[in-house]
Structure formats: structure tokens, C-alpha cells
């Protein structure tokens, strides 16, 4: 039976790879939607791979002190990638694979877990498949976030935890702790599903049969939350001590709440939230799959176990709170949708716990199979407009994948490692610096109060050795008397010698 499932999830998540053409994404650099924060993360790879030192990772971006040392979330996927990127020359961009792998091995656990439901290997494998169909997770699974690959380990935490309960074994409880704790740490916001579990348990644990045998009743799971928190807690408070010991600062890791915000930007932003975050949130099958799966869950609401019945109340509770707390970022940044996803995941599972009372195999197989139809169809037509953007940036501030030179090419033209650009068309940290391989210094750091005396303390001082532009326009008089010798215009890129 589970060969006969994994069989199936390999064909679905095969044609999902193809409709979301995934052969054409993961030989890329960081493109398309989120360009900026995919280079955040791309270039702690990417200097990973330079210096391997878990515990000291950097980015490409300088800061005013001159330092690149930066983290915001848990280097270990970077970490992995910059050691693939150090010992061999394939793949190009290891951190794409890397979340294709977590993404494969996330959505296999939720479908093992619609396994044990349903003992169908075709049902538990159309579930997951919708799931997986999700366009938000097709597109920033095999990427350069962390958001896909940690909710991905909330998946596996879920199928661990499902498989505590059915052998009574602390070993699969250590095993949920240890992918919540992954989970967190890559991305706090995932924090929404184990604690709506946590919660769940404390809320029920009296009424329901469920907790009555081990280790659900037993010192053993708080032991679990209790590492998990503490580890969860040690880790933010390195990171603040890092960042604050080298004078730099993580992008975007602070609130926006809604109430800092008037009533028309709260309109406008509601409105950009249904017009460009929904369509792309959910397939059109996964959202009818959600639906049906509500309307059996009220249709047996008295009869649910409490456990069952306190979970969705919490995790809306979890999410609803995180999106008024993060309410400004929801207007562009789609990826915040990401940890959203454990309500539609629960609300699958839980439909799948009462679906066959209602409807044969046959036809939960044929409903399903329409819905999976659908979302195939669904995120071809998302998918396909981001690719076209990875090629055809909407502004000069997003550079196409040819931007992102060869390695070694800089090197060839007599450019060392350790030169240091400016890059005063990129308002991003690290877009251009990661294109170009090297450590410096963007608009990101000035905007536009570039002056004389900022090049030269930046040229005496922190060792400001190149300019790098994309539009000779730019070259201007006060560039010229700092960078007077071109030495290299290729890949649309003019770099210019101090």
C-alpha cells in the first residue's frame, strides 16, 4: 500500500514539476516575483560557500560599518547549499534543489498521513498532490526563501506526531520536536501550526480519549515543548547578538501591525490582498477541496473529538493574529501567505478523517482527481507569468537570469575576489552584488545621497575599489573622477576601476 501511494505521489508531483515548469526554474539565480528577498537568501549561500563556518554567515551587502555579517533566520539550508556549491559545480543554484527535496519529502509525509486515514494510496495521494498544487508553494518551494521549506517541516511534524500516536514510541515524539524546532527556526511565523497543536492538546487533553494513553498523557510532551521553546528562544537571542555585536540589521524582521495604519490604506491593502494574493495562495482545486472539506467538518461538529474540534479554532486564531500583526507586508510581499497554509493542510486532513462516510472511493476519487485537474491548470497559467517576468524584469531594478555572471569571469578580467563594488542603480542589499560575486555596497545603503566625500570615506576607509552600473547614462562626472578606467562591459554590466 505505501509503494502504491508513493508511486502515485511520484506521478503527481511529476506533472505538477512540468505544469510549473520546474526544468526551466531550477537552473536559475533569484528572478521574477521577490527578486530582492530571494537574493537575501541566496547570497548567504552563496558566501557560505566561501567561508564554511556555520556560525558565521554573511551576505553580500557591507553595511556603513563595512561588515557583512547578517542572519535573520536559521542558516542551515544556506549553510547546506554554500557546502554543495564549495565541493562540486553542480547544480548551479543547490539551495533550489535543496527546497525541492524538503518539498518533495514534506507534502509525501502530509499525503502518508491522508494514507493512514483513508488506506487508499489514490486518495492520500490526490490529497497531497492538491496541497503540493498550492501556487505559492510550487513557486517558492525550489527558491531561495526559507517559508516553503519550514512549513514543509510542519508537515513532517505532523505525520511524526501522527505516528507517535500509533505505536506510543517516544522516538517518533522526538523526531516532531525535532522538524517543529527546524520548522521555527527557519521561519518564527510556522510557529501558528505546532502551537495550535500544543494548545489543542492542553485545551482537551482531560475530555479526550485521544491523550489517555502514551505519550500524549505523560511527561515526555511537555518535556518536548519545553526544548522546543527553549531552543526556538537561545536561538533569536543569537541572532539579535549577532546582528547587534557586528552593527548590521536583517531586512524586514519587524512587525506592521494594522493599527499603525489609516482606514483607506487598510481598504486599499484588503483589496490588494484579494486582487493579487488569493488567486496566487490557492489553486482553484484546492480551494473547492477546502470548501467541501468545511462543510463536512460543521456537518459533524457534535461528534468530533475535541482535540479535532479545538484545532481549527486555534490555528484561525494563530493566523488571523500574524496577519494583522504583519498587515502592511501582505500588500506586496506574497510569501508571507506561506505559513497561512496549515489552515487549508488542517482542514484537508480533517475533511479526509469524515469523507468516506459520505462518498465511495470512486467518486472521492474522481472529485479529487477534477480538483487536482484544475490546480495543474491553475498554476500553469500563475507559473508561466512568473517565468516570462524572470526574463522580462517589469524595471531596470530586477536583473535577468543573464545578469548573474559565469563564475570566475570577474577573475578573468583581472578583478580580484576581494574587490568591494558600488552598485547605485540596485535599491535592494543584494541583487546586483550577488549578480557580480563580490561584497559592496547599493542605493539599499544611500539612495541617492551619493556624494564626493561618501566615495571618498567610503574609498579610504572601507576599501570601495569598483563601480558597477547597468546603464552608462549613470557615468556621470562625479563617477568618473572616482572610477576613471573601465575594465570590464559585459552581461549588460559597465564596471568601472577606482
Not at 508537515?155 to 522516538?171: E, I, N
Not at 468516506?356 to 491553475?378: M, P, R, T, V
Not at 530586477?398 to 552598485?423: D, W
Amino acid at each position: 500500500m505505501l509503494l502504491r501511494y508513493s508511486l502515485f505521489f511520484i506521478l503527481l508531483f511529476s506533472l505538477t514539476a512540468l505544469a510549473s515548469h520546474y526544468p526551466a526554474w531550477l537552473d536559475l539565480p533569484p528572478a521574477s516575483i521577490h527578486q530582492w528577498r530571494q537574493a537575501d537568501g541566496a547570497a548567504l549561500a552563496a558566501n557560505f560557500a566561501r567561508n564554511p563556518d556555520f556560525f558565521e554567515p554573511e551576505i553580500c551587502n557591507l553595511f556603513a560599518t563595512g561588515d557583512a555579517h547578517a542572519i535573520g533566520e536559521f542558516q542551515l539550508l544556506y549553510w547546506l547549499s554554500g557546502c554543495i556549491s564549495r565541493c562540486s559545480n553542480w547544480p548551479a543554484y543547490p539551495l533550489r534543489w535543496i527546497g525541492l527535496l524538503v518539498l518533495f519529502g514534506g507534502c509525501w509525509a502530509f499525503g502518508w498521513t491522508l494514507l493512514q486515514l483513508t488506506r487508499s494510496p489514490l486518495l492520500a495521494a490526490l490529497g497531497a498532490g492538491l496541497l503540493l498544487g498550492a501556487p505559492i508553494l510550487v513557486y517558492y518551494g525550489p527558491n531561495f526563501l526559507p517559508d516553503a521549506p519550514a512549513f514543509c517541516f510542519v508537515l513532517l511534524m505532523a505525520a511524526c506526531l501522527f505516528r507517535a500516536g500509533q505505536t506510543q514510541g517516544k522516538g517518533w515524539l522526538v523526531a516532531a520536536t525535532l522538524c517543529a524546532t527546524v520548522a521555527v527556526l527557519l521561519k518564527l511565523s510556522l510557529a501558528i501550526g505546532p502551537l495550535a497543536l500544543a494548545l489543542s492538546w492542553f485545551w482537551s487533553r482531560k475530555k479526550d480519549s485521544l491523550q489517555s494513553k502514551l505519550p500524549w498523557n505523560s511527561p515526555w510532551l511537555l518535556a518536548a515543548l519545553t526544548v522546543f521553546a527553549l531552543i526556538v528562544a537561545a536561538f533569536r537571542w543569537w541572532v539579535a547578538a549577532y546582528n547587534a555585536g557586528h552593527h548590521t540589521a536583517y531586512f524586514l524582521t519587524n512587525t506592521r501591525p494594522v493599527w499603525n495604519y489609516d482606514w483607506p490604506f487598510i481598504l486599499e491593502t484588503m483589496g490588494l490582498v484579494g486582487k493579487a494574493g488569493l488567486p496566487v495562495f490557492a489553486s482553484a482545486g484546492l480551494y473547492l477541496a477546502v470548501l467541501a472539506a468545511l462543510w463536512l467538518i460543521l456537518k459533524n461538529w457534535k461528534t468530533t473529538p475535541a482535540f479535532f474540534r479545538h484545532l481549527p479554532g486555534w490555528t484561525i486564531l494563530g493566523s488571523a493574529a500574524y496577519f494583522l500583526l504583519w498587515f502592511r507586508m501582505f500588500r506586496e510581499h506574497d510569501y508571507y501567505f506561506l505559513c497561512l497554509l496549515v489552515l487549508p493542510a488542517l482542514l484537508l486532513f480533517l475533511g479526509f478523517r469524515l469523507a468516506a462516510q459520505y462518498f465511495s472511493e470512486k467518486n472521492l476519487a474522481l472529485g479529487l482527481g477534477l480538483f487536482c485537474l484544475l490546480g495543474l491548470g491553475h498554476n500553469y497559467h500563475v507559473q508561466s507569468k512568473r517565468l516570462h517576468l524572470a526574463f522580462e524584469p517589469r524595471t531596470f531594478e530586477n536583473l535577468p537570469p543573464e545578469a548573474f555572471l559565469p563564475p570566475g569571469a570577474l577573475q578573468a578580467a583581472g578583478i580580484p575576489v576581494s574587490a568591494r563594488f558600488l552598485c547605485p542603480q540596485d535599491p535592494s542589499p543584494n541583487i546586483a552584488l550577488l549578480a557580480l560575486q563580490r561584497q559592496g555596497w547599493t542605493a539599499y545603503n544611500f539612495g541617492d545621497r551619493i556624494t564626493a566625500e561618501v566615495l571618498r570615506q567610503y574609498q579610504k576607509e572601507f576599501g570601495l575599489t569598483h563601480l558597477a552600473l547597468r546603464d552608462t547614462a549613470w557615468y556621470g562626472p562625479l563617477y568618473r573622477r572616482y572610477f576613471p578606467k573601465r575594465v570590464y562591459a559585459e552581461h549588460g554590466w559597465y564596471l568601472y576601476k577606482h
